[in-house]
């Protein structure tokens, strides 16, 4: 499975990103993928999941109702628009499949792509 992330770069506080993650495989549809960032100096932290099918999303509490994850079956590819980002939303982020089907377990992960949110 390869996971190829891409979308971030450099944006003002206020704006808005959208990332995009193109996955391998012929089964796409059927597994969890989740989006997770790691800040200078931090541990990785969940930012939000979609499940195989598309119709149910979780966030983390710090992007709930500014960052939306969505899928495309069809196309291999899962998104994370991004809006209102904050300064704190500076990271790179990670893309991830479960390999598991029946629960979200993230075992395959793409390179990063980093996104930058100046103040």
């Known amino acids: 499975v390869q996971l190829v992330e891409s979308g971030g770069g450099l944006v003002q506080a206020g704006g808005s990103l959208r990332l995009s993650c193109a996955a391998s495989?012929?089964?796409?549809?059927?597994?969890?993928m989740g989006w997770f960032r790691q800040a200078p100096g931090k541990e990785r932290e969940f930012v939000a999941e979609i499940r195989g099918s598309g119709y149910h999303t979780f966030y983390s509490d710090s992007v709930k109702g500014r960052f939306t994850i969505f899928r495309d079956n069809a196309k291999n590819t899962v998104f994370l628009q991004m809006n209102h980002l904050k300064p704190e939303d500076t990271a790179v982020y990670y893309c991830?499949?479960?390999?598991?089907?029946?629960?979200?377990?993230?075992?395959?992960w793409g390179q990063g792509t980093q996104v930058t949110v100046s103040s």
């Open positions: 991830a499949r479960s390999s598991r089907v029946l629960i979200a377990k993230f075992d395959y």
């Open positions: 495989g012929r089964t796409f549809s059927r597994y969890t």
